[in-house]
């Protein structure tokens, strides 16, 4: 829920059991970016949602490719979108029966008390399919990494620490 259509390109809500001979990644249905048009320029879908800002978000995603037909083959790629950050996912390579689904993820910081996701379809080798299933968005954790001043200040400090150690050793 919540998920709109972007790219002024339809996408196609495809159910399992479908003439394609591919199935959901989890559930009865998932999106194909290509639509029925299987045209160069792909459907995506967006949602925005609150964030705090500062914080860590992941995205992941299925991304799928293959099924009955060489024209399902992949490899894929959707542009991904969020936090004023975005990358370029590719599934792996191949023309797989049954189709494949690779997990992805896309790790992002929020800007704002809101954000935009957007997972947008790019490219296709088969030319008729780009499959989407699952996304979600949870809080990420992001690991710190020390600033290079931040660690010269900490070199600064373990060097004066041993001299006052040295001089003790002198005193004594």
């Given at each position: 829920p919540g998920w709109t259509t972007v790219n002024g390109t339809?996408?196609?809500?495809?159910?399992?059991?479908?003439?394609?001979?591919?199935?959901?990644?989890?559930?009865?249905?998932?999106?194909?970016?290509?639509?029925?048009?299987?045209?160069?320029?792909?459907?995506?879908?967006?949602?925005?949602?609150?964030t705090s800002p500062g914080t860590s978000y992941v995205l992941t995603f299925d991304l799928g490719y293959g099924g009955n037909s060489g024209a399902f083959g992949g490899p894929v790629s959707v542009l991904v979108s969020a936090g004023g950050s975005s990358a370029t996912s590719t599934s792996g390579s191949g023309?797989?029966?049954?189709?494949?689904?690779?997990?992805?993820?896309?790790?992002?910081?929020?800007?704002?008390?809101?954000?935009?996701v957007t997972i947008t379809g790019s490219s296709t080798t088969g030319g008729a399919y780009i499959g989407l299933d699952n996304a979600d968005v949870e809080?990420?954790?992001?690991?710190?990494?020390?600033?290079?001043?931040?660690?010269?200040?900490?070199?600064?400090?373990?060097?004066?620490?041993?001299?006052?150690?040295?001089?003790?050793?002198?005193?004594?």
């Open positions: 339809q996408t196609a809500w495809i159910e399992n059991g479908n003439p394609y001979g591919i199935s959901a990644a989890n559930g009865s249905f998932f999106l194909d970016l290509t639509g029925y048009t299987d045209s160069g320029t792909y459907g995506g879908v967006a949602q925005t949602f609150p023309d797989p029966n049954p189709a494949v689904w690779d997990l992805e993820t896309f790790d992002y910081t929020a800007v704002g008390s809101s954000t935009t809080v990420g954790t992001a690991t710190a990494t020390p600033e290079p001043s931040s660690l010269l200040l900490l070199g600064i400090g373990l060097l004066a620490l041993v001299g006052v150690d040295l001089r003790r050793q002198r005193i004594s």
